[in-house]
């Protein structure tokens, strides 16, 4: 079997000591068998542990390998369509219970950090930077739909004060929040890893899941093992693949670019985000950047449909992070890397259950690291009996792409060659 390893990001270059965690051989038995150790497997394993739960995770590569371990490293609030839309798209009573755990992830990763004393440069604050009047109209009444829900550490920032936040003259304006943040993604997940296993949670790397047999004992099929459990979680996202067709039809794997300067002296790194706040701007393919624990600037951006890996990752993004901070022109580039995340057309992730004991959650459109933590507390306490929470997601709408998979690609191209186009006119 080929033993597949991280792809060459910063994250993996700079990621804490962790152990080598053997491939399944043989039979075993679990209460709950997790497929996938990214953020939605991993917080649902703690969750499940921390109630007593006997839990086994199936990992195809290793931990944090997919969108966990290569995300811009921001703790974003709310999903990739806010609270708004959700309300005008299922009940009263689940929207409210959605709006409410609409900042609950960061809380969620915070209580980790602090409680497993993981190591993963974790930092308070995360602007939203406008460039038009326009996504300024709309940064004011996110705030206000945001405050309803009773989330208050939020500052709009007028054309001054963003300067002093972040050292370009392209924005009019933003919104700090004070509830995001950023972290070294890939720690966050080995620390959790790590959690799991120090409550008896049991990790298998190198544990492609071949075939779910599904009925009322579920049987998990890898290539030299099975596990049986009474419930079985999906939580592998855009590294999928076919394992539930009648899921693979409803999303798209989607990749994204990120690159990492070389370490900035320290007096540079300070001009560039005097605060040490992460940034996103508000174009629908938006860029996102914050500094690094060791003062490099992670600057990501892009979208590739259909998660093809682009020959060239740094001269699609180098020019992005020249357009913000021309002081970087002589700067070198030492990482560059690529990561898959999954699209649904609604843009709002997809949680349900397929038959009584197989759960699933994916689709989280690139607002994954807060939503896959919440949605972990969400999938526990269904398993538990109080469905509640986890029911709410399930009425999310799902639709399936226009001309299934073969067109699924350029349709979805086209509309984001549409919205690119109108953040450009600022229309």
Not at 240 to 254: D, R, T, V, W, Y
Request: hydrophobic share 40%.
């Amino acid at each position: 079997m080929t033993h597949t390893a991280y792809p060459q990001s910063y994250y993996a270059a700079s990621a804490n000591p962790a152990p080598e965690r053997p491939e399944l051989q043989g039979e075993t038995e679990t209460d709950v068998c997790i497929v996938g150790a990214g953020y939605t497997g991993l917080s649902t394993a703690l969750f499940l542990l921390e109630n007593g739960f006997r839990v086994t995770i199936l990992e195809a590569a290793k931990v944090g390998f997919g969108a966990s371990g290569r995300n811009g490293g921001q703790i974003v609030n709310s999903y990739s369509r806010d609270i708004d839309t959700i309300e005008r798209s299922i009940s009263p009573k689940n929207a409210k219970l959605l709006g409410d755990m609409a900042f609950e992830g960061g809380r969620i990763i915070r209580q980790r950090v602090s409680h497993y004393g993981i190591q993963c440069d974790l930092k308070d604050g995360g602007v939203f930077a406008a460039f038009t009047k326009k996504q300024m109209a709309h940064l004011e009444a996110q705030k206000r739909l945001w405050e309803r829900y009773g989330h208050t550490q939020l500052e709009l920032l007028d054309a001054k004060r963003i300067r002093e936040v972040v050292a370009t003259d392209n924005y009019i304006g933003g919104m700090l929040d004070m509830s995001g943040g950023h972290i070294h993604p890939l720690n966050l997940a080995l620390g959790e890893a790590a959690a799991i296993e120090s409550l008896g949670g049991v990790i298998h790397e190198q544990s492609p899941v071949i075939r779910i047999d599904r009925g009322a004992n579920p049987v998990v099929h890898t290539a030299r093992g099975r596990v049986k459990a009474r419930f079985v979680v999906v939580a592998g996202n855009a590294y999928l693949g076919n394992l539930l067709p009648e899921l693979a039809a409803k999303s798209m794997p989607c990749g994204t670019q990120v690159i990492a300067t070389e370490p900035l002296d320290e007096e540079l790194a300070r001009s560039l985000l005097p605060q040490d706040y992460c940034v996103e701007d508000c174009n629908y393919l938006l860029d996102y950047y914050r500094l690094s624990a060791d003062r490099r600037l992670i600057y990501g951006g892009g979208v590739v449909y259909g998660a093809r890996d682009p020959a060239n990752i740094e001269a699609i993004i180098r020019p992005k992070m020249l357009k913000t901070f021309p002081q970087l022109k002589n700067v070198k580039i030492d990482y560059a890397w690529t990561g898959n995340f999954l699209l649904t057309l609604s843009r709002l992730p997809q949680v349900g259950r397929l038959g009584d004991n197989l759960y699933y959650s994916q689709g989280c459109s690139g607002h994954g690291v807060t939503f896959t933590h919440v949605v972990g507390k969400a999938l526990a306490e269904a398993l538990r009996g109080q469905a509640e929470r986890f029911d709410a997601f399930a009425e999310l709408p799902h639709y399936p792409f226009p001309g299934g998979r073969l067109f699924r690609v350029p349709f979805t191209a086209m509309g984001a060659w549409y919205y690119d186009l109108r953040d450009k006119l600022g229309i």
